[in-house]
């Protein structure tokens, strides 16, 4: 039985090449789009999802309900986590993870720069990484240890054995020797945690100052409890212990005129379940889980858009088969035989288009990783939850594409079929209903593409408080002494006409090549009240080589020693939180100083942006040192020929800082790199806006073939009796311009909506403009038009004494 529905399915497909190549090129698109969609998606859902115990897994938060605005934060105290785990019992264990940036490795002469995590001894006994070599038990027993991944291992030691030899961390001077201890599995891609190395947090360098230290929040605490143990019983318990160890903050935000929110705190220590962690924009750098969404919306609505176009031609095509399915029927066929029959024809085309769409997928997922900087690999495809996702696709595409249409033709009433009474002389309303809804989609998503795009270009265009253009940004890495080169690279360049400034700082402006990101944050004290700031190094120039003007008072000078001890320069939203103007000359207290340093304030600049615009403004406090690090050269250089700048720049650097691997970046690279999230959500929506167009637009040519292939003798008439080719074309037309014109009146105003809601979540943002639906509107129009105009121009032109004898 099933050999035979095989064999006639084969023959009948055979026979309708043009059909079967429609519909399976365009569900092979489909396939293949939404194979890279879902899996994009399906590698972020399932972040940290391999840790067997991950139900039990939370990262711990402050919640402040601040009156102009609530806010999360990650950075806790170096006392918590031990606090935590001693007075609750809840807490089975508890780990604190603090990087340190881009630590320098060493063994013998192998030096390079890598992901080094301070962490407890409990986080081993929380998270499913697997310990390849060593005993979980003492592997972090000594201080002295360091666990290393299996990658790393591999690059040190090859093929010896790694247990027991010793490496170096540490910058240049100021180097300690580590015993490895054990060798961790490489972190898979979806996981929050990437590192190169682990050695226990006890090693930091402000330890002993900050283990008694509530007011300096630096790393990430995670915590697993107990397995009755429920989170929201904990977090009221945690109620009580905010106000015993945070209870100046609490009176801070009261003193602001905070009000308890709807579960009553003003100030809370909360806990975020780990497998929500990577998509909290607040306490981590995941993106939204709008976007993964997003993905797979539009990955639904790509298959939606080719299953509507077979569903039309099926449903068009079934016309032509009726005679075939009264004879069948006439003789014995049952309707379940009949609907089997012409269902295994669809499932045929629609496996046909699935291997295919898998093959292009394999073909091009080199230039998908590329254009998107993704990591998707398609042998994730074989992963459980991803081949019950696609087998469920699958089989919700063959139900829906062919299902109707099989149905509908099993139902042929035999002895009508045979007297030539079914016929279709006008679009039904289901072929109507999902023309519409095909063009619905493909507007939502052109009119969405639009919008993103001209977001992402105010983003990108919009003032940042310093001029990005004509500064070079070199990290420094762990290499080299960052103020020595500093001071080497100033007087490299102090003859070079074509260098206008040069400094440094603690951090990046945007993301460089080296991709590190950081923050420090303390908190002040003005007229009791405390004022948090982001604390920013900076060194002689800064001002100047990122043309920030001064408001007030002047800038950092190397004729005033002081200014490297207890100065500092404020940026303008830190003056309106102090409550006035005229600071200059005005002191500061560091709420986390034990030693009570006053900061004298010395200038007062305009707002300027560290970080990306979905920030806002925030308070920010420069301040110079001679024992801080400099992680960052920062160099402004004149306009003519910017590249050969570069080039000079990274001559020079062999000479100031011959350990250190030159990866300068232009600033407002750096800046457009802030926006890495929206360019990809934009590029996602261009492409699958094109494809959805070009779906829509072969599924309406062939209707429109079929339309006209059906009218060939009406359009024969109308020509004998006078009719011209512009009505007849208009005629043929003016059918699916309608659908078209219902569909945008649909499309537009969802779009409107739906971007609206996604705009509102930057705090910088366009206003959405009306040509943007009129050009989408015109755009689909004339998309319609010249994809049946084609065709209806073929059929006014047909002689008409030809096409009523072929009739």
């Not at 309900?65 to 007075?87: F, I, Q, V, W, Y």
């Not at 407002?668 to 802030?674: A, G, T």
Request: hydrophobic share 45%; aromatic share 10%; with cysteine.
């Amino acid at each position: 039985m099933f050999k035979n529905y095989l064999t006639i399915a084969l023959r009948t497909l055979w026979r309708n090449k043009g059909y079967a190549a429609i519909n399976s090129v365009g569900l092979s698109v489909a396939f293949c789009i939404s194979i890279f969609l879902f899996l994009t998606a399906y590698l972020q859902l399932t972040f940290d999802s391999f840790h067997e115990e991950k139900d039990r897994i939370y990262q711990a938060y402050f919640f402040s309900n601040d009156p102009e605005r609530a806010s999360r934060s990650g950075g806790m105290p170096m006392p918590l986590a031990p606090t935590l785990k001693a007075e609750f019992e809840e807490v089975e264990a508890a780990a604190r993870v603090m990087t340190l940036r881009k630590s320098s490795v060493a063994y013998q002469d192998k030096r390079m720069d890598k992901e080094v995590y301070m962490t407890d001894p409990d986080f081993l006994n929380m998270f499913s990484f697997p310990l390849l070599k060593g005993n979980k038990e003492t592997a972090f027993s000594d201080l002295s240890s360091i666990l290393i991944s299996e990658s790393l291992a591999q690059t040190l030691f090859g093929n010896d054995e790694p247990l027991g030899k010793v490496v170096q961390i540490g910058n240049e001077g100021k180097q300690k020797g580590y015993i490895v201890s054990g060798v961790l599995a490489d972190a898979p891609y979806n996981s929050s945690i990437r590192y190169d190395a682990f050695i226990r947090i006890d090693n930091h360098p402000n330890f002993t100052h900050d283990q008694a230290n509530w007011g300096s929040n630096s790393h990430k605490v995670f915590i697993k409890i107990a397995p009755q143990a429920k989170q929201a019983t904990l977090e009221n318990k945690l109620k009580l212990f905010s106000q015993k160890y945070f209870s100046s903050n609490i009176e801070v935000l009261q003193k602001k005129g905070a009000k308890p929110d709807k579960l009553g705190d003003i100030f809370a220590l909360r806990l975020q379940p780990l497998t929500k962690v990577h998509f909290d924009t607040e306490i981590s750098n995941g993106p939204p889980i709008a976007i993964v969404y997003a993905l797979m919306g539009i990955a639904f609505f790509i298959l939606l858009i080719a299953c509507i176009n077979f569903i039309n031609l099926s449903v068009a095509r079934s016309f032509t088969r009726a005679r075939e399915v009264g004879v069948r029927k006439t003789l014995g066929a049952l309707k379940s035989q009949l609907f089997v029959q012409i269902w295994s024809e669809s499932t045929l085309l629609c496996f046909i288009g699935f291997l295919v769409g898998v093959l292009l997928a394999y073909q091009l997922l080199p230039e998908f990783n590329t254009m998107f900087n993704a990591q998707i690999k398609l042998a994730h495809i074989w992963e459980p939850g991803f081949i019950g996702l696609i087998v469920g696709v699958f089989f919700m595409v063959t139900l829906l594409a062919g299902g109707y249409p099989a149905l509908l033709m099993a139902k042929f009433n035999p002895v009508e079929v045979l007297k030539g009474k079914i016929s279709l002389k006008r679009p039904g309303f289901l072929r109507n209903s999902l023309i519409v809804m095909q063009f619905v989609m493909s507007s939502l998503l052109a009119s969405c593409t639009l919008i993103a795009l001209q977001q992402l270009d105010y983003l990108r265009t919009r003032p940042l408080g310093f001029v990005k253009e004509q500064v070079i940004s070199i990290p420094v890495g762990n290499q080299e002494n960052g103020r020595q080169v500093l001071k080497r690279m100033r007087a490299k360049l102090a003859t070079d006409p074509t260098v206008l400034a040069v400094t440094g700082s603690g951090i990046n402006l945007g993301r460089g090549k080296d991709r590190v990101t950081s923050r420090a944050v303390i908190a002040f004290t003005h007229k009791g009240q405390q004022i948090q700031t982001d604390w920013l190094l900076v060194d002689y120039d800064y001002l100047k080589t990122l043309q920030i003007p001064l408001q007030e008072g002047r800038e950092f000078d190397p004729a005033y020693p002081s200014d490297s001890l207890d100065r500092i320069i404020i940026s303008a939203s830190m003056a309106k939180a102090m409550g006035g103007q005229e600071l200059v000359g005005s002191y500061l207290r560091n709420e986390a100083d034990s030693a009570g340093t006053k900061y004298q304030i010395i200038g007062v600049v305009p707002d300027f942006h560290l970080y990306n615009l979905s920030n806002g403004v925030i308070p920010i406090t420069m301040h110079l040192s001679n024992t801080e690090s400099i992680h960052y050269i920062f160099v402004r250089v004149a306009s003519q020929n910017l590249k050969q700048s570069l080039d000079k720049l990274q001559h020079a650097w062999k000479e100031v800082a011959p350990q250190s691997e030159f990866i300068g970046t232009f600033l407002d690279e750096n800046v457009n790199e802030w926006y890495r999230e929206e360019e990809m959500l934009s590029q996602i929506f261009s492409l699958a806006s094109g494809v959805a167009i070009l779906l829509s637009c072969v599924g309406l040519f062939a209707m429109a073939l079929l339309v006209t292939e059906q009218r060939t003798k009406e359009i024969g008439i109308r020509k004998v009796l006078g009719a011209g080719v512009p009505s007849l074309i208009l005629l043929l037309s003016k059918d699916f311009i309608k659908l078209v014109l219902i569909a945008l009146c649909m499309a537009l105003p969802l779009a409107w909506f739906m971007m609206k809601q996604w705009l509102n979540e930057y705090p910088y943002r366009i206003e959405i403009s009306l040509w943007i639906f009129v050009a989408v509107a015109l755009a689909a129009l004339l998309i319609t038009f010249l994809t049946i105009g084609f065709q209806s121009m073929k059929a006014a032109f047909m002689n008409p004494v030809k096409s009523l004898r072929s009739e």
